[in-house]
DNA sequence: CGAGTTTGACCAGCGC
DNA sequence: GCGCTGGTCAAACTCG
């Protein structure tokens, strides 16, 4: 995210009365006027007058919004700014939280594979106990990396799309989530040890989150793709890249709805699509949220209702 | 027919 | 030891 996404969201309503109204009938609404009778001027007067008011307070109400809204941006930006130094920090650091390390991940599957963390093989193991590792390890190899990929909620597709060739291999239901996790190999290349575990954010299913484990030890395919001369869409790159991280990662989320983008180049592009991704989807959940608003909606008749009468009347 | 997906069974680690 | 849980296997199935 960036905080050049936030730059253009105040809430402009264009409700101001003062403004030449070029697309409202003039001598329609004077031939109206001009056959309504005294009484009904007088009461259209005070009507026009509680509108005003109104308008007023409504005008008022939009000033403070856009002023919260302005609070959060600050505010957003200093986290921001916070992230990326936490982010640059840790950069440097390749400690990795292992929730679990299985026999399973050391042995050599069907695919003559050694497990996702074969370059940190427990080679010097004797028996069980010893292979019992520390929640938290020191190694610098293994790369563990998150990405988040929002999609439709109703989609019940686990498939992100990076580029890479995967191969389903399991799915489960998990304990702390109700919707699924599907087990992905990369079948690109027959040893490539890197797997993909894909569920839904518990906060938000509309958000896939893709869990890499491991390096992939061939050439990405749109680079292979590339080489060939075929330039039409750049990819994710080496996932890897994407971010290696802590358990308290951050995370990378690509609005796949939004912007068509399956395949992103590399994190900059990334954080650029994100960054127009992210205004887009807020504005339409502003839009959404004072359309649905029944007080809204009147108050934005009444204002134009204003801007007419004050039209007609001056 | 081969490649990919689905899904129930199985395995292993962990906590009690 | 037992039950729970996450991860993997593999037969059956689907699809192009």
Same mark, same amino acid.
């Given at each position: 995210m960036e905080s050049s996404s936030l730059q253009h969201t105040s809430l402009d309503l264009?409700?101001?009365?003062?403004?030449?109204?070029?697309?409202? =009938?003039?001598k329609e609404l004077a031939g109206v006027l001009a056959r309504a009778d005294d009484h009904q001027k007088e009461s259209i007067?005070?009507? *026009?007058?509680?509108?005003?008011?109104?308008?007023?307070?409504?005008?008022?109400?939009n000033k403070k919004l856009t002023e919260m809204l302005a609070h959060m941006r600050e505010n957003y930006n200093a986290l921001q700014s916070h992230l990326m130094d936490l982010e640059s920090n840790n950069s440097n650091k390749e400690y990795l939280v292992i929730p679990r390390?299985?026999?399973?991940?050391?042995?050599?599957?069907?695919?003559?594979?050694?497990?996702?963390?074969?370059?940190?093989?427990?080679?010097?193991?004797?028996?069980?106990?010893?292979?019992?590792?520390?929640?938290?390890?020191?190694?610098?190899?293994?790369?563990?990396? !998150?990405?988040?990929?929002?999609?439709? *909620?109703?989609?019940?597709?686990?498939?992100?799309?990076?580029?890479?060739?995967?191969?389903?291999?399991?799915q489960k239901v998990t304990r702390d989530n109700p919707s699924p996790r599907a087990y992905f190999r990369c079948s690109y290349a027959p040893n490539c040890p890197v797997k993909?575990?894909? &569920?839904?954010?518990?906060?938000? =299913?509309?958000?896939?989150? *893709? /869990?890499?484990?491991?390096?992939?030890?061939? #050439?990405?395919?749109?680079?292979?793709?590339?080489?060939?001369?075929?330039? &039409?869409?750049?990819?994710?790159?080496?996932?890897?890249?994407?971010?290696?991280? !802590?358990?308290? !990662?951050? /995370?990378? /989320?690509?609005?796949?709805?939004?912007t068509g983008l399956s395949e992103i180049s590399n994190k900059k592009s990334i954080v650029g699509v994100e960054g127009t991704t992210f205004q887009q989807v807020l504005?339409?959940? #502003?839009?959404?949220?004072?359309t649905r608003d029944p007080k809204f909606t009147a108050a934005l008749a009444t204002a134009i209702s204003g801007r007419i009468l004050d039209f007609t009347l001056n």
């Open positions: 264009n409700l101001n009365p003062f403004r030449p109204m070029k697309e409202v =009938p003039k007067k005070g009507e *026009a007058g509680f509108l005003a008011e109104e308008f007023d307070r409504i005008s008022s109400e390390k299985r026999k399973a991940d050391q042995r050599t599957d069907h695919y003559g594979n050694i497990g996702v963390q074969g370059n940190i093989e427990c080679s010097s193991c004797s028996d069980e106990e010893s292979c019992k590792r520390p929640k938290e390890i020191s190694y610098s190899n293994a790369k563990v990396s !998150r990405v988040c990929v929002r999609t439709d *909620a109703s989609n019940t597709n686990l498939a992100v799309k990076d580029g890479y060739q995967w191969r389903k291999y399991g993909k575990k894909v &569920q839904r954010s518990v906060e938000d =299913p509309s958000v896939l989150v *893709a /869990t890499y484990e491991g390096e992939h030890n061939h #050439m990405h395919p749109s680079r292979a793709e590339l080489s060939l001369g075929s330039s &039409q869409c750049a990819n994710l790159g080496s996932v890897s890249s994407v971010s290696s991280m !802590r358990s308290s !990662r951050p /995370t990378v /989320t690509l609005d796949l709805i939004q504005l339409q959940q #502003m839009a959404s949220s004072l």
